[in-house]
Nanobody, 115 residues
């Protein structure tokens, strides 16, 4: 059974930081890319950050310079370090994993940036 366990969301003030984590298990496939989508109310889903198996990263322009994605291949785990958070970063953040035979998504974790 595929499981993507996300954690680390919550309420933070503008300018603050949060660290999200996602651990994948039960995927009988080679995991290639791992990343984070986010979706704010009334807005389309956005791929915020992605990391390849080799460690190459890519970010949405809206988070470049503030977010850092990292990965532990042995543990099939990724983290998203989010700094200098803004109210517009408020969204549900979804972990996603891509393999050779398909992709899998998590249930999401809420991030709210508000004073």
């Amino acid at each position: 059974q595929v499981q993507l366990v996300e954690s680390g969301g919550g309420l933070v003030q503008p300018g603050g930081s949060l660290r999200l984590s996602c651990a994948a298990s039960g995927i009988m496939d080679t995991i290639n890319n791992m990343g984070w989508y986010r979706q704010a109310p009334g807005k389309p889903r956005e791929l915020a950050a992605v990391i390849t198996r080799g460690g190459s990263t890519d970010y949405a322009d809206s988070v470049k310079g503030r977010f850092t994605i990292s990965r532990d291949n042995a543990k099939n785990t990724i983290w998203l370090q989010m700094n200098s958070l803004k109210p517009e970063d408020t969204a549900v953040y979804y972990c996603n994993v891509w393999g050779k035979s398909g992709s899998w998504g998590g249930q999401g974790t809420q991030v709210t940036v508000s004073s």
